[in-house]
């Protein structure tokens, strides 16, 4: 079965830094991917990881650990535009299926 | 414009009806799909298509139906429309070759009465 964990929602202050944890169970793992969703919109592709450890870029990094099944999405200095819904996906068979968990909303306030 | 358009917007309808939902895009990806938003759900994919011509099931197919007989189109119909089916539709494409992420549609809102 594809389970993926994700909470459902989180709170911040503007300039702190924020973990966005995901846990998965799926048959399958192709790569875990981050998706940011801003209300009304569409998803929009933040990072990828197929191997273990950590992927930075600039003020978002996200980090993987198979063995546990667990990954990591860290936002540092956050902003008032990092209020979003935060996606986790896994690439279930091959890379081109996603299974997506329910997302975590983040509330960033002043 | 080169990207992944979706149309209508916004759609409202009764049930019982048939509605089609449109999908193009201009990168030449070969797999797109097509998925459902629904509160406490998630994204769940209805069908997905690796080519013109082949289609296959995703997680929630019931209800829908879909065809691809262009590598740029991927329209999805609601055959007969239910309540349950009211949602926010997003369609998405990649290209497995070179390795890019799945790039999804503006979305369509869909309200069924």
């Known amino acids: 079965g594809q389970n993926i964990d994700q909470p459902t929602e989180m709170t911040a202050t503007e300039g702190a830094i924020v973990q966005i944890n995901c846990t998965y169970q799926t048959s399958g793992f192709n790569g875990l991917f981050w998706y940011q969703q801003h209300a009304g919109e569409a998803p929009t592709f933040l990072s990828y990881n197929v191997l273990d450890g950590l992927e930075e870029k600039g003020r978002f990094s996200s980090f993987l650990s198979r063995s546990k099944g667990y990954s990591y999405l860290l936002l540092k200095e956050l902003q008032m535009k990092d209020s979003a819904s935060y996606l986790c996906?896994?690439?279930?068979?091959?890379?081109?299926?996603?299974?997506f968990g329910t997302g975590t909303r983040l509330l960033v306030s002043p | 414009d080169a990207g992944i358009t979706q149309s209508p917007r916004y759609k409202i309808t009764e049930t019982g009806r048939q509605v089609t939902l449109m999908c193009h895009q201009t990168w030449s990806h070969s797999y797109m799909f097509w998925y459902r938003q629904d509160l406490g759900h998630g994204l769940r994919l209805i069908y997905y298509?690796?080519?013109?011509?082949?289609?296959d099931k995703g997680e929630v197919p019931d209800g829908y139906v879909v065809s691809r007989s262009k590598t740029e189109n991927f329209p999805l119909t609601l055959e007969s429309a239910t309540r349950s089916q009211t949602s926010v539709y997003f369609c998405a494409s990649t290209d497995p070759d070179s390795n890019q992420p799945q790039h999804f549609g503006d979305g369509t809102r869909l309200s069924i009465l």
């Open positions: 996906a896994v690439g279930d068979t091959g890379f081109q299926k996603l299974v």
């Open positions: 298509s690796a080519a013109a011509d082949i289609t």
